[in-house]
């Protein structure tokens, strides 16, 4: 399961000689935390939140989206995560440290542990003497924490264009993985946020490894006052395995049923491949349990209920592959080139030991929002890549480096 990310590193080791990979960001939004955008973000979630609103309210709330990008899932304005669900609701880094930190001055601290409280009050300053260059901070993950897709920083002291200018902020960042040098980051002299996207997607160690990023200050723009470096956000989002809720009920190869959450290595399921529908029996390789807090309850003509993550793929009338959230599936290996975005009306594939034809026409589409454990099948023996969990046709999700192409299971 770990071979692209060590792939990768093994990849960099091997070529130390030769420069490291430039890496570019895309610039996000630029954060407004002046008095004027506290008082337009205080008026915008009451309009926000009013189940109707009058000619003149609607003209307010239109003149403040016009001028600022608030979203309503934020509880304040220095908040970078929402309080809706989101990568960090199946975990992130558990520590974060750093080669050194300036000292509290009055109420302000400048820990390593400020560069990812998800606000953009705080930061991290270093504390060495210059401008700080060879400096870090780092970031470790669990072997089971959610896997990464990209790296987000807000640069410099983000939350006052005078302290911004002031204070030095990076140029150039050096990234090690597991102390191996892995790229350079190539910052804007930007207040915005900044976002890299990784070549691979990154995670998942073997029980009792970590993956740990280091951060590395390489070049800087140095403060128009002082010669300390600032970063004030370095966050990360990323994916997890698409899953099913407890209790969601697995085909077994014996005609029987099982709640997925029992499942285990060996077990033998109802499985199909890449021949023209036909049934087979395939043995469990993988499972994993993952908590999420953002699911999709689909409900079809014949009373068939089925509780998912957002991501996970199914199989259409024509054997074709859809979910919910097709840019995030497409994530994962194997389902690349997934068709589309699922909609109500379209016919589902059911599936059983003796009939694969049957079809299933979709009513409704739910979106849960409530933390809760979900399961699934990561890989299974032989070239299946599809089980069936309450008589629907799903894929499985094999961690990038396992999985072959996620082919049209039912018409090749």
């Known amino acids: 399961m770990r071979v692209p990310l060590l792939l990768f590193l093994l990849i960099s080791s091997v070529s130390w000689a030769q420069p490291l990979p430039l890496w570019k960001p895309v610039l996000g939004y630029t954060p407004d935390l002046s008095p004027a955008a506290y008082k337009a973000f205080a008026s915008w979630k009451q309009l926000a939140t009013k189940a109707r609103l009058n000619p003149s309210e609607s003209l307010q709330l239109e003149e403040i989206n016009g001028k600022y990008h608030f979203h309503q899932s934020k509880e304040d304005l220095e908040s970078i995560v929402g309080a809706g669900c989101s990568w960090y609701c199946a ?76 204070n030095g902020r990076v140029k150039r960042l050096k990234l090690y993985v597991n102390n191996t040098p892995t790229a350079l980051l190539q910052l804007e002299d930007s207040r915005a946020e900044q976002r890299f996207t990784l070549p691979d997607i990154w995670g998942h160690m073997p029980e009792g490894e970590e993956m740990v990023l280091r951060f590395e200050i390489a070049e800087v723009y140095p403060g128009s006052k002082t010669d300390d470096t600032v970063i004030t956000e370095i966050y990360f989002d990323g994916t997890e395995v698409h899953c099913f809720a407890r209790g969601s009920l697995v085909s077994m190869a014996d005609g029987s049923q099982k709640p997925i959450e029992q499942l285990a290595a060996g077990d033998q399921v109802l499985a199909y491949g890449s021949t023209a529908g036909e049934a087979t029996a395939a043995a469990v390789e993988g499972v994993v349990s993952v908590t999420h807090c953002k699911l999709i309850r689909l409900t079809f003509e014949d009373g068939t209920e089925i509780t998912a993550t957002p991501d996970h793929p199914f199989v259409l009338a024509g054997g074709r592959w859809a979910s919910y959230d097709p840019a995030k599936s497409r994530r994962y290996t194997g389902y690349e080139s997934l068709f589309r975005r699922i909609q109500l009306g379209d016919l589902f594939r059911l599936a059983d030991a003796k009939d694969v034809d049957r079809v299933s026409r979709l009513l409704k589409i739910e979106e849960l929002h409530q933390a809760q454990p979900t399961y699934t099948i990561t890989r299974l023996s032989g070239s299946a890549r599809a089980y069936v969990v309450n008589g629907l046709l799903v894929g499985t999700e094999e961690l990038p480096g396992d999985a072959p192409t996620a082919r049209n299971v039912l018409t090749e």
């Open 91 to 166: 975990g992130g880094p558990y520590a974060i440290s750093a080669s050194s930190e300036l000292g509290p001055r009055a109420t302000n601290t400048y820990y390593a542990n400020n560069a990812h409280d998800l606000s953009l009050q705080g930061a991290w300053v270093e504390a060495a003497p210059g401008p700080g260059v060879g400096e870090w901070i780092e970031y470790r993950f669990s072997h089971d924490s959610p896997r990464l897709t990209e790296i987000k920083i807000f640069n410099g002291f983000t939350r006052s264009e005078r302290a911004w200018q002031e």
